[in-house]
């Protein structure tokens, strides 16, 4: 297993990323969610984050802010939460709405609602893991590190979207 995790990491290291994120997402949307309908667009959204998203934001940080110094790891931290916090979170949460069938009046609604309270529980689950992943887990395998606490963190994200959902309806 572990020489096979081992090659698929330098042959094809986004088809292993996206699949672990997409099996990772559908299954934090499981957890969260009891409704078929909503598994493939988590694992999709799974499958993005981890497979296209989190290497290219994590090599683009990496390429600004090389090393793992404190300047290094607090500046890739901060940027990281500034963007993925914001866009990615505002994103994920607005997809997870339009795929249950509400209307983009309401994912603007929910967003304006719901994004204040995630933005700080983003800072207290993605700023202590960010400091040390950025400080002590190698750059191939962060984006696998990050699907696992990603695992937890959609499970969040989507019950915060669908518990809008049910306290609007």
Not at 25 to 52: M, V
Not at 79 to 87: E, N, P
Not at 91 to 101: D, E, K, M, Q, V
Request: hydrophobic share 45%.
């Amino acid at each position: 297993m572990r020489r096979w995790l081992d090659r698929s990491l330098r042959r094809r290291p986004q088809l292993l990323h996206g699949f672990i994120g997409g099996t990772l997402g559908a299954c934090g949307d499981a957890i969260a969610q009891t409704i078929e309908r909503r598994r493939p667009g988590a694992a999709a959204l799974g499958a993005f984050f981890s497979g296209l998203v989190y290497p290219r934001v994590y090599a683009v940080l990496d390429a600004r802010w090389p090393g793992t110094t404190a300047r290094a790891v607090c500046s890739k931290t901060a940027a990281d939460i500034a963007l993925l916090g914001t866009v990615g979170n505002s994103f994920s949460i607005g997809c997870r709405l339009r795929i249950g069938g509400e209307q983009l009046p309401e994912v603007l609604v929910a967003l304006r609602d719901t994004m204040p309270a995630v933005l700080l529980n983003e800072l207290r689950v993605w700023l202590p893991y960010n400091l040390l992943a950025f400080r002590l887990v190698p750059t191939p395998v962060r984006p696998a590190t990050t699907s696992l606490v990603t695992l937890c963190w959609q499970v969040y994200i989507s019950w915060t979207a669908h518990h809008h959902q049910a306290r609007v309806a």
